[in-house]
Nanobody
Framework: QVQVVESGGGLVQAGDSLRLSCAASGRTVSSYVMGWFRQAPGKEREFVASINWNGRDTYYADFVKGRFAISRDNSKNTVYLQMNSLKPDDTAVYYC?????????????????WGQGTQVTVSS
């Protein structure tokens, strides 16, 4: 059984950066796809970024391209989301998710294991 735990959220100002971490435990996830989603108050959960098992294939939502970067360190069973040039619209709870397949996916229903989320708040 896999568990994933997010960390690194917080309160920042517009233009600042944050790096979120997602640590997996219970079983290695190094062979599988990992993703980040977010959910703002009153809105549906939306895809942010995804990465394949070796980090060579990544995919981003249009609204974060050029600002966010997903990466992974399989030796640490950890995935990261580097967020730069943060905007107030980026305020949300950010969730890490793991998928028991090797192909990247953008729909929440395609992911099997979810963390509890970490709050990111960007003030103007």
């Amino acid at each position: 059984q896999v568990q994933v735990v997010e960390s690194g959220g917080g309160l920042v100002q517009a233009g600042d950066s944050l790096r979120l971490s997602c640590a997996a435990s219970g079983r290695t996830v190094s062979s599988y796809v990992m993703g980040w989603f977010r959910q703002a108050p009153g809105k549906e959960r939306e895809f942010v970024a995804s990465i394949n098992w070796n980090g060579r294939d990544t995919y981003y939502a249009d609204f974060v391209k050029g600002r966010f970067a997903i990466s992974r360190d399989n030796s640490k069973n950890t995935v990261y989301l580097q967020m730069n040039s943060l905007k107030p619209d980026d305020t949300a709870v950010y969730y890490c998710a793991q998928r028991w397949y090797t192909s990247i996916a953008v729909h929440a229903n395609d992911y099997d294991v979810w963390g509890q989320g970490t709050q990111v708040t960007v003030s103007s």
